[in-house]
C-alpha cells in the first residue's frame, strides 16, 4: 500500500486513537505535537532508527517520564503504519524506554505519627471507629483495600495474637496482632461496633447499607481529616509506607517486612531501604559538623 504523507499518516493515527480507541483528546493532543515535532517537514516515514535517538536526544532536556511517553507515543504510531503496510521497518523496535526515577514513598515521621494517634478522638463510635483504622494500617501496615475486605470472621478466626489478611491476588498472609492492636479492637467491638449503621452485615467496618463494607474513599476522608487535626497530610497508604520505613528503622529483617506487608518480591520492599537511606544522608548533611561547608569550620571546612 502507498503510504500517505507522513502528517496525513499522522493525522490518519490520531483519528484511530480518538475514534476506535478512545482516548482522551488530550492525549491525543500531546501524542499529535510529539509526532509533529518528530516528522518535522520529512517527505517520507523516517524508518531509521538514528533519526528517532537524534529526536530524543534534543530533547534530553526535559524530564525522563516525558521523554517516555514521546517513544511510547511514536511506537504506537509505527506499529499502527506497520499495520496499514506504510512502512517495512520499526525504528523505535529496539530502543531502550528511558528509566524513569522512582520515587521515594511518602512516610511520616515518628513524632507525627504519635501525634496522630495520640490526638483526643472522644469516646463516640465513629472516633473509637478512626482510632482502628488508624491503628491497623499503622500497626500492621495493611493496603487499604485490605482493611475494608476485613470481616468479623477474619477477626474472630484469628489465631492468637495473628490476622489472617487478603491482599492482592487473593493471597492471604498472617500480620501478627500486637497488644496496642488489640486493645483498640477489643474496645471497637465490645463498645463501638454495633452502634454502626450496618452493624448487622459481616464487615469488620461495616458501610452504612452493612451489605458492603466502608469504601476506600470514606477510609481516605476520616485518615485526611485525622491528620488535619494535628496538621499532617496523611492518606492511607502513607501508614503503610510508615508502618515499613519505622520497621527498617529500627533494624528489623527486610525479609520480614516483606512478608508482612505482602510483597511477592523483595524487590519491591527494598524501595523502603532507599526512604532510610536517603534520611541517613540528610542527618548527616545536617548534624555533622564538617557536612555543610564553611557553617562552623570556615569556608574550607577546616577547624
Known amino acids: 500500500m502507498t503510504a500517505p504523507a ?5 493525522q490518519l493515527w490520531l483519528e484511530h486513537l480518538q475514534v476506535s480507541r478512545g482516548l482522551s483528546a488530550n492525549t491525543v493532543a500531546s501524542y499529535g505535537r510529539d509526532g509533529r515535532d518528530f516528522l518535522g517537514n520529512a517527505a517520507s516515514l523516517p524508518t531509521d532508527r538514528t533519526a528517532v535517538e537524534a529526536w530524543l536526544t534534543r530533547r534530553q532536556d526535559q524530564s525522563p517520564r516525558s521523554n517516555a511517553r514521546r517513544l511510547s507515543a511514536l511506537r504506537q504510531f509505527y506499529a499502527y503504519a506497520r499495520q496499514k503496510g506504510w512502512v517495512e521497518a520499526d525504528p523505535t523496535a529496539d530502543l531502550a524506554t528511558p528509566k524513569q526515577p522512582q520515587p521515594l514513598p511518602k512516610a511520616l515521621s515518628e513524632s507525627q505519627m504519635q501525634a496522630l494517634l495520640q490526638a483526643p478522638l472522644g469516646d463516640s463510635h465513629t472516633e473509637v471507629r478512626l482510632r ?5 494500617l499503622y500497626v500492621c501496615g495493611l493496603r487499604v483495600s ?10 474472630q478466626q484469628a489465631e492468637g495474637p495473628w490476622l489472617r489478611v487478603t491482599g492482592k491476588g487473593s493471597k492471604t498472609r498472617a500480620v501478627p496482632l500486637g497488644p496496642v492492636v488489640q486493645e483498640v479492637l477489643q474496645a471497637y467491638l465490645a463498645h463501638a461496633r454495633s452502634r454502626l449503621k450496618g452493624a448487622s452485615g459481616p464487615w ?3 458501610g452504612p447499607g452493612g451489605k458492603r463494607p466502608l469504601t ?15 496538621g499532617v497530610a496523611v492518606a492511607p497508604h502513607h501508614l503503610r509506607h ?3 520505613t519505622h520497621l527498617l528503622n529500627h533494624q528489623a529483617d ?12 523483595l524487590n519491591t520492599t527494598q524501595i ?29 571546612g577546616r577547624a
Open 272 to 300: 523502603y531501604t532507599r526512604l532510610t537511606t536517603q534520611r541517613l544522608k540528610d542527618t548527616l548533611e545536617t548534624h555533622h559538623p564538617l557536612a555543610q561547608t564553611g557553617r562552623r569550620f570556615g569556608k574550607r
Open 254 to 265: 527486610l525479609r520480614a517486612v516483606q512478608l508482612m506487608l505482602g510483597h511477592a518480591s
Open 242 to 244: 510508615t508502618f515499613a
Open 6 to 10: 507522513p502528517r496525513r499518516a499522522l
Open 204 to 206: 469488620l467496618l461495616p
Open 132 to 136: 482502628l483504622i488508624l491503628t491497623l
Open 146 to 155: 485490605e482493611l475494608a475486605s476485613l470481616t468479623l470472621h477474619d477477626v
Open 216 to 230: 476506600r474513599v470514606r477510609l481516605f476522608q476520616v485518615v485526611k481529616e485525622a491528620g488535619a487535626r494535628v
